[in-house]
């Protein structure tokens, strides 16, 4: 479980909530001095590619074996899908991974002076594997991680179809 705390929110009733699923260009191109604290967490957590200018957005990593093996097993095979984009996709071409996810909240969120409410999300794991489209990790796409590869880009689409706002107190 992870908490989250948003300050300056407007009051008001709310009916949706939006969030961004990576860093946008826009925000890319500020550099890690305009991302300042953002970019040192993301440097603590491991969510900057190491190999290339840019953030992963989200990844899994892995073990997997034949049907019906233990793993860990013998000859167990690990895999790594990490999603993001490489510097700003305009200037390097790429597809743009970024998504902006927009949520119906199951009730009206009262933000007041006083009044902080709490939103609970839920990331369903299955969705995020098999949403639009299926994603199979497997030895032909062990390490995934190119905004080029339709892997990536359909993880992320499907990512963004895999959260949903449960509760609202």
Not at 37 to 50: E, L, P, S
Not at 127 to 149: C, E, F, I, R, Y
Request: aromatic residues 8%; charged residues 15%; contains cysteine.
């Amino acid at each position: 479980e992870q908490s989250i705390s948003l300050a300056d929110i407007q009051a008001g009733d709310y009916k949706q909530i939006k969030f961004g699923l990576g860093i946008s260009p826009n925000a890319y191109t500020l550099g890690q001095t305009g991302q300042a604290a953002f970019w040192d967490t993301c440097v603590a957590t491991g969510m900057i590619w190491q190999w290339a200018s840019g953030y992963k957005f989200a990844k899994i990593e892995g073990s997997y074996a034949a049907p019906g093996t233990d793993i860990p097993a013998t000859g167990a095979s690990t895999y790594k899908f990490h999603s993001g984009n490489i510097a700003n996709p305009t200037t390097t071409n790429t597809p743009d991974v970024y998504k902006v996810v927009t949520l119906d909240l199951p009730t009206t969120m009262k933000v007041r002076n006083n009044v902080a409410p709490k939103v609970h999300l839920t990331c369903s794991m299955n969705k995020w594997l098999s949403g639009t489209k299926n994603l199979v990790l497997d030895a032909t796409n062990q390490v995934s991680m190119s905004p080029n590869l339709a892997l990536i880009q359909d993880g992320s689409t499907n990512l963004a179809g895999a959260f949903k706002a449960t509760s609202v107190n």
